[in-house]
């Protein structure tokens, strides 16, 4: 066949455009796969091995008391600082719904029906006159606390608290080199210095510290009074903010199942409540700064959580202890690694227990032997790498033996909540009613069956002795 010689010109630069589109793909691809390398890469945590860790843990602080996840008074600006450039779990439940049996199952990274921690006192037996005041070393010889790991991982550990439900007989000292309680319902300014104190002496140690105290409790009140920035100045209602007006309305929900408030007297109590918040919040920034000036942030890994959430009214009652709804469960979790490069939003459902397993993994450390097979939480180092877990979690109280409730609320949403006392069985769809205000135990057939059997089979298994590698 004949070509001209325009049509040969033709055909080589035609071929010429085709390389030159190749090229251009190939160099796009390359980059594509580059970028896909180095994004994998920048999604993964960067540990701090044997890094400080320090836990500040605030009761009864409900999740939605922070500005970043739903609080629309500025209340919280040092923690929107820290959550700008950590972790914030959006959607983290507490064991159970008051100080005592969550506290201890944050420290052993077990359920309080397997810690045994579950009042202040304990029954011997059926009869409610013998009793015992609990003791976790007491109680199960064998079972081990994060304090002791770290111990045994070579770290300096203390914990100052604000006494009450966190007091050293019930075995929360198990592990501590230094374990103070600053008072009774204490906040954290109580124990501020004594812990600055402990990290200047151990400068040059790894530390684990623990800071606790009841900052926004309805038995605290801030250094100075309560100014009632918040308050409606036109509120004419019965409230004063006081803690023996606290311990009477919470007494009479124990005794009465609810109590009696109108819309502003409720709102007279948050408006207390985001005070206390704020308090809270500087308190927190204060110590950090001071901490800062010792030059070991760029070593430490904070968290700042809670124990339990706290009561508005949303099911009759204020405080806390006595339900298992999500404003006594849903709590804050904020981790800051510090070689962490922004926030991030962790939306998945995570556990108190599944905290100090994290812990562990962000310093690189390995638990031992007979921890490993102790903890049923579990590290959280997935979701932070964008990975995703599904963990249901199985809350329980048994506050005061004025209650007795179990429940599960499921990874997907939804919650189950059976009262053993009374012998009743709630269903929420948690994604849908997110106040749990319909009760759909009846309705739901699927959900209500698949929920039981998982509960029920969880509440065995607590029932089950376990051993451990140490016995």
């Not at 023996?244 to 009465?256: H, P, Y």
């Given at each position: 066949m004949y070509y001209g010689k325009y049509s040969i010109r033709f055909m080589k630069n035609a071929w010429r455009r085709i390389v030159f589109v190749v090229c251009i793909l190939g160099v796009f691809i390359l980059g594509w796969i580059a970028y896909g390398k180095i994004s994998t890469r920048e999604s993964r945590v960067a540990l701090c091995h044997e890094c400080n860790i320090v836990m500040i843990v605030v009761d009864p602080l409900r999740a939605d008391a922070l500005e970043s996840l739903g609080n629309k008074r500025s209340v919280t600006p040092v923690l929107n600082e820290l959550a700008s450039r950590g972790y914030i779990f959006t959607n983290a439940m507490a064991a159970s719904s008051w100080t005592l049996p969550s506290a201890m199952s944050l420290m052993t990274g077990v359920y309080p029906s397997l810690h045994g921690i579950v009042n202040k006192d304990l029954l011997v037996s059926n009869s409610a006159k013998e009793t015992m005041t609990a003791n976790l070393g007491e109680l199960h010889p064998t079972m081990r606390t994060f304090a002791q790991e770290f111990k045994e991982q070579g770290y300096a550990t203390a914990a100052f608290t604000g006494g009450a439900a966190m007091e050293a007989t019930y075995g929360f000292d198990q592990g501590f080199d230094v374990y103070e309680s600053l008072g009774n319902f204490a906040g954290l300014p109580a124990a501020t210095s004594s812990a600055i104190a402990f990290v200047e002496k151990h400068a040059d140690d790894k530390i684990f510290l623990l800071l606790h105290g009841f900052d926004v409790h309805g038995q605290y009140i801030p250094p100075g009074g309560l100014d009632r920035?918040?308050?409606?100045?036109?509120?004419?209602?019965?409230?004063?903010?006081?803690?023996?007006?606290?311990?009477?309305?919470?007494?009479?929900?124990?005794?009465?199942?609810?109590?009696?408030?109108?819309?502003?007297?409720?709102?007279?109590?948050?408006?207390?409540y985001d005070e206390k918040v704020a308090f809270m919040d500087k308190s927190i920034g204060e110590f950090i700064a001071v901490y800062d000036k010792l030059g070991l942030s760029r070593d430490t890994i904070f968290v700042v959580t809670s124990s339990h959430g706290e009561e508005f009214y949303e099911h009759g009652r204020i405080d806390h202890g006595m339900t298992l709804y999500d404003e006594v469960l849903h709590i804050p979790l904020v981790v800051i690694p510090p070689k962490n490069s922004?926030?991030?939003?962790?939306?998945?459902?995570?556990?108190?227990?599944?905290?100090?397993?994290?812990?562990?993994?962000?310093?690189?450390?390995?638990?031992?032997?007979?921890?490993?097979?102790?903890?049923?939480g579990e590290s959280l180092l997935p979701l932070m790498e964008g990975k995703t877990l599904s963990l249901d979690i199985y809350p329980e109280t048994v506050y005061r033996y004025a209650t007795m409730q179990r429940a599960i609320r499921s990874a997907d949403g939804w919650k189950l909540i059976l009262d053993e006392e009374m012998q009743t069985k709630k269903l929420f769809n948690i994604t849908k009613d997110r106040g749990e205000l319909v009760d759909i135990y009846q309705q739901s057939s699927s959900q209500r069956k698949e929920l039981l059997e998982k509960l029920l089979q969880h509440i065995d298994e607590m029932r089950q002795p376990r051993t451990n590698s140490n016995e």
């Open positions: 920035r918040f308050v409606d100045a036109s509120y004419k209602g019965k409230l004063v903010g006081s803690t023996e007006e606290q311990k009477n309305l919470r007494e009479e929900g124990v005794l009465q199942g609810k109590i009696f408030l109108e819309p502003d007297d409720v709102a007279f109590l948050r408006a207390v922004g926030n991030r939003k962790v939306s998945q459902q995570v556990r108190n227990i599944d905290i100090l397993p994290t812990l562990f993994s962000l310093a690189g450390l390995t638990l031992t032997p007979s921890m490993q097979s102790q903890i049923q």
